[in-house]
């Protein structure tokens, strides 16, 4: 993990592979050093992961407060950096960053990938588009994010303190961006249609916590998206199921 | 030494056999016949208080058979017009969860002029579980708190409005409250605590600290107060400080027992709440986190330590335990003064007892005996324990 200062703003970042820039905006959980998913994009791109501020051990900003000023830190972020034709691949939380980067347009920018994007508001005023991360029984959650469970909850009995504290700095952060309004922006779902990327929407077809058609109803408001859905995975694809998913979005990235 | 009576207003019926008595208890389960008989009982105990020279205390929760009151101020309307002398204490409004700090301000203000400048006016951040009903950000609450108290205590005492507030959280452009307190600047301030990290700040505001329930921490947390008073060059009296205890006071000592047992029945309950609510991100500082996750299945489980340094499960103990564990005073008049006169030298003095003398399916016969008994028997005595040495000293 390299340690990275933008515009004073210190973060974590993982960097493997050369070729075409992929910038992966990890999900509320963010991602384990040895991501499967991000090892095997690694072998065809230059991928870069960064920690986002607030989260693990990246700073946290006085006064950052909403996903517009982490989408606002990633242009930043492509510029001190000099990336070009980028493909910008978020998952869940980190989709509604990427999606809150593509409605404002970056010259730097060639793909996008939403991954079990949040970020939109779809249903009526009493139905829940997004289920509850923080407000649902811990079991009943795990079955809403995995088609399946078994296996996926990290010991944190095991965890040092160091590690811990990431841990709870990310939980801090994922609920000071995303509470209120619960892990959208009212504003984003009118203003999709400024997305002018080749756009993927990729989805577990057994996403509990956003269901697939809230899925298609992202790809149906980007001019020109494709949606596609991985079997077998539920909220996050690129965990469950990473082979298949690293395969469509290399497919995509590529074509 | 000022006694303040508090019920938590309980709707106890239904509190056999759940999982979880708040945020997720419908309340097809409450009858409102039933709650308005409840709140008929409860007033007619307030007038009690009155007559008997007891001052009042209400708190708020929502979302919970626990307590049934969302709102202290709404009580408190009430309470100013029907009754005459006895103080009235708020303890407290969680202006960390109120989007309108400002219309706090008003409620209170018109409260203490109806009252002719009987209130008691408690600030608190509430517990973790009223972030859910409220949908409040846990994050950055305490900042919060503190930024909602300045908004408050300025808008209770600008006299030349209307003035502006722009900030992170809140945003007014022309704020110029009427009625103004009737006290005069604006009536005195309680703040809660659980830790002695909290005590400096309210020190410094000069605010009466309390704590509820607590047992000896109470010791610890007097002490930060009265040190960082003394550090800043100010000796606090007594009337700094409140505790509140569970007191059940009876003609013979079985009876006082018995009427703290039933009592002691809110601390029993009041943890249980479906885990998902119970502790929220950013809610608690990163090392008291990282002890809950630490804790496993036992967090949330906050035991009582007794002086002797015996740890007491509060779901389980018994009245005994609670005694031992200085959260509970009960018996005869005789020996609830003692165990308060005990404590009171255990702390280093404190002016005002808050006594929860009623809670769980105490009886309104029961919480008048009770009332009247401590009144007459046990809150003139209190007035010894200012005039005497401490037996020990809390440094």
């Given at each position: 993990?390299?340690?990275?200062?933008?515009?004073?703003?210190g973060i974590d970042l993982w960097r493997q592979g050369t070729g075409r820039p992929v910038l992966f905006l990890h999900p509320g959980d963010g991602f384990p050093e040895d991501?499967?998913?991000?090892?095997?994009?690694?072998?065809?791109?230059?991928?870069?992961?960064?920690?986002?501020?607030?989260?693990?051990?990246?700073?946290?900003?006085?006064?950052?407060a909403t996903v517009d000023d982490l989408a606002y830190f990633y242009f930043d972020l492509l510029d001190q950096l000099?990336?070009?034709?980028?493909?910008?691949?978020?998952?869940?939380?980190?989709?509604?960053?990427?999606?809150?980067?593509?409605?404002?347009?970056?010259?730097?920018?060639?793909?996008?990938?939403?991954?079990?994007?949040?970020?939109?508001?779809?249903?009526?005023?009493?139905?829940?588009?997004?289920?509850?991360?923080?407000?649902?029984?811990?079991?009943?959650?795990?079955?809403?994010?995995?088609?399946?469970?078994?296996?996926?909850?990290?010991?944190?009995?095991?965890?040092?303190?160091?590690?811990?504290?990431?841990?709870?700095?990310?939980?801090?952060a994922f609920a000071h961006y995303g509470w209120k309004p619960y892990m959208h922006n009212p504003v984003l779902t009118r203003w999709l249609h400024r997305i002018a990327l080749p756009t993927l929407v990729l989805w577990?077809?057994?996403?509990?916590?956003?269901?697939?058609?809230?899925?298609?109803?992202?790809?149906a408001r980007i001019p020109g998206a494709r949606f596609e859905q991985v079997a077998n995975a539920g909220h996050f694809p690129h965990i469950e199921q990473a082979a298949a998913s690293v395969e469509l979005v290399r497919a995509f990235i590529d074509g | 030494m000022r006694t303040y009576h508090f019920s938590e207003l309980p709707y106890p019926d239904v509190w056999e056999g759940r999982s979880s008595l708040r945020v997720n208890i419908p309340n097809e389960v409450y009858d409102p016949k039933v709650g308005a008989d409840l709140y008929e009982r409860f007033f007619d105990e307030w007038v009690l208080c009155d007559e008997l020279g007891l001052n009042i205390m209400v708190n708020e929760h929502h979302a919970t058979a626990t307590c049934v009151n969302p709102a202290c101020t709404l009580p408190l309307a009430i309470l100013a017009r029907i009754t005459k002398k006895a103080r009235l204490l708020a303890l407290g409004v969680p202006i960390a969860n109120r989007p309108n700090p400002v219309r706090v301000a008003?409620?209170?203000?018109?409260?203490?002029?109806?009252?002719?400048?009987?209130?008691?006016?408690?600030?608190?951040?509430?517990?973790?579980?009223?972030?859910?009903?409220?949908?409040?950000?846990?994050?950055?609450?305490?900042?919060?708190?503190?930024?909602?108290?300045?908004?408050?205590?300025?808008?209770?005492?600008?006299?030349?409005?209307?003035?502006?507030?722009?900030?992170?959280?809140?945003?007014?452009?022309?704020?110029?409250?009427?009625?103004?307190?009737?006290?005069?600047?604006?009536?005195?301030?309680?703040?809660?605590?659980?830790?002695?990290?909290?005590?400096?700040?309210?020190?410094?505001?000069?605010?009466?600290?309390?704590?509820?329930?607590?047992?000896?921490?109470?010791?610890?947390?007097?002490?930060?107060?009265?040190?960082?008073?003394?550090?800043?060059?100010?000796?606090?009296?007594?009337?700094?400080?409140?505790?509140?205890?569970?007191?059940?006071?009876?003609?013979?000592e079985a009876e006082g027992l018995r009427r703290a047992d039933q009592i002691a029945d809110y601390v029993r309950t009041s943890p249980i709440v479906a885990k998902e609510f119970a502790s929220p991100p950013g809610y608690k500082k990163i090392p008291a986190e990282i002890a809950t996750i630490r804790a496993g299945p036992n967090a949330g489980n906050r035991p009582l330590k007794t002086p002797e340094g015996r740890l007491i499960d509060q779901k389980t103990a018994t009245v005994e335990d609670f005694i031992e564990a200085c959260s509970v005073f009960a018996g005869t008049p005789d020996q609830v003064y003692d165990q308060i006169a005990r404590f009171y030298d255990f702390?280093?003095?404190?002016?005002?007892?808050?006594?929860?003398?009623?809670?769980?399916?105490?009886?309104?016969?029961?919480?008048?005996?009770?009332?009247?008994?401590?009144?007459?028997?046990?809150?003139?005595?209190l007035q010894e324990l200012h005039s005497r040495p401490l037996a020990m000293t809390a440094e």
């Open positions: 993990m390299d340690r990275l200062d933008i515009g004073g703003v991501d499967p998913f991000l090892a095997a994009l690694a072998r065809n791109y230059d991928v870069l992961a960064p920690w986002h501020p607030g989260f693990g051990n990246s700073d946290f900003p006085a006064g950052w000099g990336l070009e034709d980028v493909a910008l691949v978020g998952a869940s939380f980190g989709g509604w960053i990427a999606a809150e980067m593509a409605v404002r347009g970056h010259n730097r920018l060639g793909r996008l990938v939403l991954i079990d994007a949040l970020g939109i508001k779809l249903s009526d005023r009493t139905t829940r588009d997004i289920a509850d991360f923080h407000n649902t029984d811990a079991a009943l959650l795990e079955t809403l994010k995995w088609a399946n469970p078994e296996g996926r909850q990290p010991d944190l009995m095991r965890y040092d303190d160091d590690a811990l504290t990431a841990v709870v700095r990310s939980r801090e577990g077809a057994e996403d509990g916590i956003v269901k697939p058609d809230y899925g298609q109803g992202y790809a | 008003e409620e209170l203000a018109m409260i203490d002029v109806i009252s002719r400048g009987r209130l008691d006016m408690g600030l608190v951040r509430g517990s973790p579980y009223e972030i859910a009903p409220t949908n409040a950000k846990p994050v950055g609450q305490m900042e919060r708190f503190w930024e909602a108290h300045d908004l408050v205590l300025k808008a209770m005492t600008t006299r030349d409005g209307p003035f502006s507030w722009e900030s992170e959280n809140y945003h007014y452009r022309k704020v110029n409250i009427w009625p103004r307190p009737y006290q005069d600047p604006h009536p005195p301030v309680w703040v809660t605590a659980t830790s002695p990290s909290s005590a400096p700040r309210i020190a410094q505001n000069r605010h009466v600290i309390a704590t509820l329930i607590s047992g000896v921490i109470a010791k610890d947390l007097f002490k930060a107060y009265r040190d960082h008073a003394r550090a800043d060059g100010w000796e606090p009296g007594l009337d700094r400080f409140a505790y509140c205890a569970i007191v059940g006071v009876g003609e013979t702390t280093g003095g404190f002016g005002n007892l808050l006594m929860m003398g009623q809670g769980g399916h105490l009886s309104h016969e029961e919480t008048v005996a009770n009332l009247t008994l401590y009144a007459k028997e046990v809150q003139p005595r």
